[in-house]
């Protein structure tokens, strides 16, 4: 069978034995992107000071303490904990916190930040973990094991080879998922981040036992059994080859890699090849080498997959700390429209005690979150430029236009309201002055520094007449 194969009948095919699912689009989540702030980015080991050993309890409420104080009120509701909460499993393989990190545990954790209107998101890996299949612990609720589980011969899976593959066709192979969504749901958890996600690139391929659709297919089947909300995020850097099934099962889905990139001592490059942030609007196709030409990492291709109750997920927003951002205010603002008029979900990777003044005035702003938030799905014209435009339209009938720069020096980006669709001229607003610009015919052109944008709400005459 060829990777061409339709979605619907590789669903039927990994998915045989499973019961049958509910889209995660009918978890009553996903309406609009959520917003928050993830500890990833801090613990990438790329910032001095933080790293993997950083992520512990008392950091975590630290964060969600300058959340409910500096973000809360804007929408940043998410508090969510990525890869080192957990490293041991009880007796039924279903994963444990660290005592060390989190002696609490996440039951505690998740009162606390319920206890200021916030909610708590986990990260998980897809696959059995070595650790559980070398214990063989009974499946809770089964007369089976966690070996029994186990695809034969033992195939590792993920994007990174990490854990063994699961065989979808034992009938225990879901009562395990279904047992550790069950224990999450009564955490308290609302959030699940399932990562190492394939078929994503070659490196694992399509309709093998690498392959972890059927994961995602058992976890959608399991959170929405808990009978608690919980928002399912896919990750990362999935294949868009596949949006229609990540869409069928998933709120989210990570539609580029990691923004951090750890070769020096700030969070973000604007140009460094692999990581860079001017490729996340160039349609480009240039990987890491091991990558073997996987697919680019434009937005576009995420077009079709996204609306109300799935998102393409773009990754961490790090732009409110310049201190540790390692971007100029012109490229956090940019980050940050690309991000908004793309509908991705919006949250900060930065040390939340340690935003400046520009960087609150960019995730506070009220008019551009409100694009965001209204989960819109955009257009873009001349996208694999160095000057691309993107805009969405609102019910109104109004318009929201960004305008970028991605040059090295100045330049003139322009937009013809006949490209966006009407004619005639219109009254314009710059959303991030927050001030009225006035009217123009027919056309729009602004000269921006290098790496800037202008963010437009575009109303025609026409509307403003009726």
Not at 50 to 67: C, F, I, P, Q
Not at 245 to 256: E, I, K, L
């Amino acid at each position: 069978m060829k990777a061409a194969t339709p979605i619907a009948l590789l669903a039927v095919i990994l998915c045989l034995f499973l019961p049958s699912t509910t889209p995660a689009a009918n978890n009553g989540l996903g309406q609009k992107p959520y917003m928050g702030w993830s500890s990833w980015s801090l613990c990438a080991g790329v910032i001095p000071g933080y790293g993997r050993t950083w992520l512990d309890e008392k950091n975590v409420k630290t964060m969600s303490d300058a959340m409910a104080q500096k973000l809360q009120k804007y929408g940043y509701t998410y508090v969510n904990v990525d890869g080192g909460w957990t490293r041991a499993f009880d007796s039924y393989g279903r994963p444990v916190a660290d005592p060390q990190r989190f002696p609490s545990g996440i039951r505690s954790l998740a009162d606390y930040v319920h206890a200021k209107g916030q909610k708590l998101g986990l990260h998980y890996v897809a696959g059995l973990y070595p650790a559980v299949y070398d214990s063989n612990p009974p499946v809770y609720g089964t007369t089976y094991h966690a070996r029994d589980i186990a695809y034969q011969p033992l195939t590792r899976t993920t994007g990174w080879k990490r854990n063994y593959a699961i065989d979808w066709s034992h009938p225990a192979a879901q009562a395990y998922i279904d047992s550790i969504a069950r224990q999450f749901a009564a955490w308290g958890i609302d959030f699940l981040k399932l990562d190492g996600v394939t078929p994503d690139i070659p490196q694992a391929p399509a309709e093998s036992p690498t392959d972890n659709r059927g994961d995602v297919a058992a976890w959608s089947a399991a959170l929405i059994k808990t009978g608690r909300p919980i928002w399912f995020t896919l990750s990362w850097y999935v294949n868009p080859a596949y949006g229609s099934y990540w869409r069928q099962y998933a709120n989210g889905f990570r539609a580029n890699g990691d923004v951090e990139w750890s070769n020096h001592d700030k969070l973000v490059s604007w140009t460094e090849p692999y990581f860079g942030l001017c490729a996340r609007w160039l349609d480009t196709t240039q990987t890491r080498p091991q990558w073997n030409n996987g697919p680019n990492k434009t937005m576009e291709q995420w077009l079709p997959y996204i609306g109300n109750g799935s998102w393409a997920d773009m990754d961490s927003l790090d732009v409110g700390a310049g201190s540790m951002d390692g971007l100029t205010e012109d490229e956090r603002q940019s980050y940050m429209t690309l991000w908004v008029i793309c509908s991705s979900p919006l949250y900060t990777g930065d040390d939340l005690t340690k935003l400046d003044d520009f960087g609150l005035s960019l995730l506070t702003n009220t008019e551009v979150i409100a694009v965001n938030q209204a989960g819109l799905v955009p257009q873009a014209k001349d996208a694999a430029t160095r000057n691309p435009v993107w805009w969405s339209k609102n019910p109104d009938g109004s318009y929201n236009v960004a305008l970028f720069n991605l040059n090295d020096s100045s330049a003139t980006t322009s937009v013809t309201f006949a490209g966006l669709g009407f004619s005639g001229s219109a009254t314009l607003r710059n959303l991030w002055a927050k001030a009225n610009i006035g009217s123009r015919a027919n056309s729009y052109s602004a000269t921006l520094a290098p790496h800037a944008c202008q963010f437009l709400r575009v109303v025609p005459a026409a509307r403003r007449n009726q």
